[in-house]
């Protein structure tokens, strides 16, 4: 009843940038935290950034300086917009998102995930 799809991924040089998008859709009463995970080939899924409903940030210390997270309440909504990317930001990108609904309660909620992959 409640989805999350993202969009934005593709193949990109290093040093370019990229726009990741996230869209929450369903029964849905409020959405309270959003945030952006990341997991590479054989690696663990790892936090990228996280935002709260009232705008306040949070990055890992990797993408700090380069990744910069907002979202739209209006649109229910989240955005990464990721420059001076670097190979080694190679990774399947996931949103997620804690939503309150109107059935189901309050609950985590992932994307199907997004590639990106940066190569020359």
Same mark, same amino acid.
């Given at each position: 009843?409640?989805? /999350?799809?993202?969009?934005?991924?593709? /193949?990109?040089? =290093?040093?370019?940038?990229?726009?990741?998008?996230?869209?929450?859709? *369903?029964?849905?009463?409020?959405?309270?935290?959003?945030?952006?995970?990341?997991?590479? =080939? *054989?690696?663990?899924? +790892? /936090?990228?950034?996280?935002?709260?409903?009232?705008?306040?940030?949070?990055?890992?210390?990797?993408?700090? *300086?380069?990744?910069?997270?907002?979202?739209?309440?209006?649109?229910?909504?989240?955005?990464?917009?990721? &420059?001076?990317?670097? =190979?080694?930001?190679?990774?399947?990108?996931?949103? &997620?998102? +804690?939503?309150?609904?109107?059935?189901?309660?309050? *609950?985590?909620?992932?994307?199907?995930?997004?590639?990106?992959?940066?190569?020359?």
């Amino acid at each position: 009843q409640v989805q /999350l799809v993202e969009s934005g991924g593709d /193949l990109v040089q =290093p040093g370019g940038s990229l726009r990741l998008s996230c869209a929450a859709s *369903g029964s849905i009463f409020r959405v309270n935290a959003m945030g952006w995970y990341r997991q590479a =080939p *054989g690696k663990q899924r +790892d /936090l990228v950034s996280t935002i709260t409903t009232t705008g306040r940030t949070n990055y890992a210390d990797s993408v700090q *300086g380069r990744f910069t997270i907002s979202r739209d309440n209006a649109k229910n909504t989240v955005y990464l917009q990721m &420059n001076s990317l670097k =190979p080694e930001d190679t990774a399947v990108y996931y949103c &997620n998102a +804690d939503i309150s609904t109107y059935r189901n309660g309050r *609950g985590t909620y992932w994307g199907q995930g997004t590639q990106v992959t940066v190569s020359s």
